[in-house]
Structure formats: structure tokens, C-alpha cells
């Protein structure tokens, strides 16, 4: 009987987690700094909660405060965190906004706002990603979605973005395998975030509990999925185990992809 392999380890490796100060960020950087790795968290919000679970567990990790919309920002935080912790191994780009409406619902201004952080801030990390790994390799996940390649209503902005998070992994994918950099995407579908739970405070007041359990069911496995799910498939896509793959894009989604009636 084969017997069951190791737990993915990244003891003294670098990781860059953006957006890790809550959600699924916040999941993917407790979970890699369980994992031993030293875990730099960029994030605009604070992330005194995160930093705090993975040092009380014995871990190590930063908050560097960035704009990930600004490649200045971006580039002195990706300075600082390789001169506290070593040269980059892994880049995880988590920090995302969303936007509900139509084509004619989205203002400029609401397009810009999705844009500078969804496709922009993923852009400015990816550049200044690969440019600290080209010496060595590494591995770079990014947060799609199944927005990325299904119609859903309401998304327009939104779904833009996230198209553009797919292609970029491919380009990037392509582009860089020569240099050992590996290059993947993982695109959820609903996810019990505080996002969602702020999202139904204040578009159905007194109603949470109902539509909650409406958007869970659009899912065909009958809820919405956890951060520490979405987490474990990251781990594992940077981790040594996953070394074959690269240009791919994971759907986590409940079977919102293929089982919908």
C-alpha cells in the first residue's frame, strides 16, 4: 500500500502573499506560514490579525502596507521583504475589489477603480515577480475566477478583470518557463468571505440569512467554499509536488463549471 506523502514544507522560503490581511489572503498566508515559509504580506488594510496567527504559531511574518496599483509601491515593498527575508521563491497575487453591475451600471470611475487593482496591481507584482526570480525560479499563483471564463450576471467589471488575470498567467506562463519560473491560476467561485457577509449587510438588510443561503446553492455541491480550501490548492500549486505544472488554471468551484443543470 502506498503510504501517504508529506505535507508540502517551505521552511526558509520567501513568500509574497498580496491582499493577505483577511479572506482567502488572509487563509493562503496562515497556511504557508504554517508551513514554515517567512511570508510577507502586502496589503493597503492592516494585517496585524494575520501576522499575529502565524508568529503565535511560530511562525514569521511582515505587513509591508502597498498600493499594488502603484509599481513604485510595488517595487520598494518587493525590495524590502527580499531584504528582510532572502530572495523571492513565491509570489501568490490574492489582493483583488469587486464591482456588481451591468456594462451600462459600470461607471469610468467603477472601471478604473477594478482595473488599477484586479489587472494593474496584478501586472505591477508579475513584473516585479519574475524579475526577482529569474535567477533562480520560483512559482507565481494568481487569484481568477470563474468569472474569468463563464458569463455571470451582474459581473461586468469584474469579469473583465479577472479574464485579464487568466491571460496574464498565460503570458507569463510562456514566457518564462525557460527561467524555471512556474506560473499558475486558481479561479473559485463563491467564497464565505467577510466581503460576502458585509456585501449582504448592506444590500439586504434583514434578508443576510436568506440570500446567503441562495448564492450558496448556485454552487451544485450546496454551499459556498472556505478560505482553507482555496489555501490548500494554493499551497500545494507552489509547492515542490506541483513541479510539473505550469500555464494552468484550477477551478475551485463546487462544480459550478461543469455540473450546472
Known amino acids: 500500500m502506498t503510504e501517504p506523502s508529506e505535507p508540502a514544507t517551505f521552511g526558509g522560503r520567501t513568500v509574497i502573499v498580496t491582499g493577505g490581511g483577511s479572506g482567502i489572503g488572509q487563509a493562503i498566508a496562515t497556511l504557508f506560514g504554517a508551513r514554515g515559509a517567512h511570508v510577507a504580506i502586502l496589503d493597503l488594510a492592516s494585517a496585524d490579525a494575520t501576522v499575529q496567527a502565524i508568529t503565535d504559531a511560530g511562525g514569521s511574518a511582515v505587513h509591508v502596507r502597498c498600493d499594488v496599483s502603484k509599481q513604485d509601491d510595488v517595487s520598494a515593498a518587493f525590495a524590502d521583504v527580499q531584504q528582510r527575508f532572502g530572495p523571492l521563491d513565491v509570489l501568490v497575487n490574492s489582493a483583488g475589489v469587486a464591482h456588481v453591475g451591468t456594462v451600462e451600471q459600470t461607471t469610468e470611475a467603477d472601471l478604473d477603480r477594478v482595473y488599477a487593482v484586479n489587472v494593474k496591481g496584478v501586472y505591477n507584482c508579475l513584473r516585479l515577480g519574475v524579475t526577482a526570480m529569474k535567477p533562480r525560479g520560483g512559482a507565481i499563483l494568481n487569484l481568477a475566477s470563474v468569472a474569468a471564463t463563464v458569463g455571470i450576471a451582474d459581473r461586468f467589471a469584474y469579469s473583465m478583470s479577472k479574464g485579464a488575470v487568466l491571460t496574464m498567467t498565460l503570458s507569463v506562463a510562456r514566457d518564462y518557463i525557460h527561467e524555471k519560473i512556474r506560473c499558475n491560476c486558481i479561479s473559485p467561485a463563491r467564497v464565505h468571505t467577510p466581503f460576502v457577509d458585509g456585501f449582504l449587510a448592506r444590500s439586504y438588510p434583514g434578508r443576510e440569512a436568506e440570500v446567503f443561503d441562495q448564492l450558496a446553492k448556485t454552487q451544485p455541491i450546496g454551499r459556498m467554499g472556505n478560505p ?34
Open 228 to 261: 482553507s480550501e482555496i489555501a490548500e490548492l494554493a499551497l500545494f500549486l507552489c509547492s515542490d509536488a506541483a513541479s510539473f505544472i505550469t500555464g494552468s488554471n484550477y477551478p475551485i468551484d463546487g462544480g459550478f463549471l461543469t455540473l450546472k443543470m
